[in-house]
């Protein structure tokens, strides 16, 4: 039996891996921000006989006090995570900062990432075949960091923070194994591409209406979007650090992934949170 820790795993894609993973006997700690979702989850859990697998921990991942939360819930019931796999992700139509004073897309998207990954390290490390699944946006649309603004406190739009976000998790999987250059842990950056979910919903309503038509037109639904995922954290790749687009492996000579600025965005970061 696995142990995986998923976040946004009441919903949308972290929930269909959640429950995959339950139906096959593994143990899931779903977390996400809303109760109501969270104890659906669980209940479906049981209704497949899998309710003593499943636990909900419910944690605002945008707020520096929700992933403190988050690391003591996960520490609290076990020792040993084989699998932690980033989904939570919202789109915001305008810009709004959390309770710490930080954009919100920033903090949920990229910080809540580079909080939990480095928090849970020596769980990962305690077992077998460690994979981080970062859920991100390798190879999609284009987006740059915006290094003297991160939080985009100067022409926010909602795509341009969800843009950033993505090349910012690029980043985050490149310095991991810098950090960690002596551990098992592998790090699998992954773009779903369009999946059927409720991302979204925030929308507006004219570009809901069209965003959802264009799912239904060209997306996957959850079930389909699910198996490569989960064949990627079953055999993980040899290499600390891979990308893929749907099956298609990236190279990562590519400007998203550079190493110096993998660097510069880890130090920017960590000097954040000191502050």
Same mark, same amino acid.
């Given at each position: 039996?696995?142990?995986?820790?998923? $976040?946004?795993?009441? *919903? @949308?894609?972290?929930? %269909?891996?959640?429950?995959?993973?339950? +139906? &096959?006997?593994?143990?899931?700690?779903?977390?996400?921000?809303?109760?109501?979702?969270?104890?659906?989850?669980?209940?479906?859990?049981?209704?497949?006989?899998?309710?003593?697998?499943?636990?909900?921990?419910?944690?605002?991942?945008?707020?520096?006090?929700?992933?403190?939360?988050?690391?003591?819930?996960?520490?609290?019931? $076990?020792?040993?995570? *084989? @699998?932690?796999?980033? %989904?939570?992700?919202?789109?915001?139509? +305008? &810009?709004?900062?959390?309770?710490?004073?930080?954009?919100?897309?920033?903090?949920?998207?990229?910080?809540?990432?580079?909080?939990?990954?480095?928090?849970?390290?020596?769980?990962?490390?305690r077992t077998s075949a460690p994979v981080i699944m970062n859920i991100c946006g390798p190879g999609g649309f284009p987006g740059r960091i915006h290094w003297d603004d991160l939080t985009l406190s100067r022409g926010y739009t909602g795509v341009r923070a969800a843009m950033q976000a993505s090349r910012a998790n690029d980043l985050l999987g490149i310095a991991f194994p810098q950090r960690y250059p002596d551990a098992r842990t592998r790090y699998v950056l992954y773009n779903p591409m369009m999946v059927r979910t409720a991302m979204a919903d925030p929308l507006p309503t004219s570009q809901r209406i069209l965003t959802k038509a264009a799912g239904y037109v060209v997306g996957r639904s959850v079930d389909q979007a699910v198996p490569p995922i989960a064949r990627l954290l079953d055999e993980p790749p040899a290499d600390p650090v891979t990308a893929f687009r749907r099956r298609t492996r990236l190279p990562l000579t590519r400007k998203d992934f550079d190493p110096d600025n993998a660097i510069r965005l880890d130090t920017l970061t960590t000097e954040l949170l000191r502050r």
């Amino acid at each position: 039996m696995r142990t995986y820790v998923i $976040t946004g795993g009441t *919903d @949308g894609m972290g929930k %269909g891996l959640g429950l995959h993973f339950l +139906r &096959r006997g593994d143990r899931v700690i779903a977390l996400a921000s809303g109760t109501t979702k969270g104890e659906a989850f669980v209940r479906e859990a049981a209704a497949i006989g899998a309710g003593e697998r499943a636990v909900f921990l419910c944690a605002d991942l945008s707020t520096l006090a929700g992933m403190r939360t988050a690391l003591d819930g996960i520490t609290a019931r $076990t020792e040993v995570v *084989d @699998g932690l796999i980033f %989904g939570a992700q919202r789109f915001q139509p +305008r &810009r709004t900062e959390t309770e710490d004073g930080i954009e919100f897309t920033f903090a949920l998207h990229y910080l809540s990432r580079f909080v939990l990954g480095h928090g849970l390290v020596a769980a990962l490390e305690r077992t077998s075949a460690p994979v981080i699944m970062n859920i991100c946006g390798p190879g999609g649309f284009p987006g740059r960091i915006h290094w003297d603004d991160l939080t985009l406190s100067r022409g926010y739009t909602g795509v341009r923070a969800a843009m950033q976000a993505s090349r910012a998790n690029d980043l985050l999987g490149i310095a991991f194994p810098q950090r960690y250059p002596d551990a098992r842990t592998r790090y699998v950056l992954y773009n779903p591409m369009m999946v059927r979910t409720a991302m979204a919903d925030p929308l507006p309503t004219s570009q809901r209406i069209l965003t959802k038509a264009a799912g239904y037109v060209v997306g996957r639904s959850v079930d389909q979007a699910v198996p490569p995922i989960a064949r990627l954290l079953d055999e993980p790749p040899a290499d600390p650090v891979t990308a893929f687009r749907r099956r298609t492996r990236l190279p990562l000579t590519r400007k998203d992934f550079d190493p110096d600025n993998a660097i510069r965005l880890d130090t920017l970061t960590t000097e954040l949170l000191r502050r």
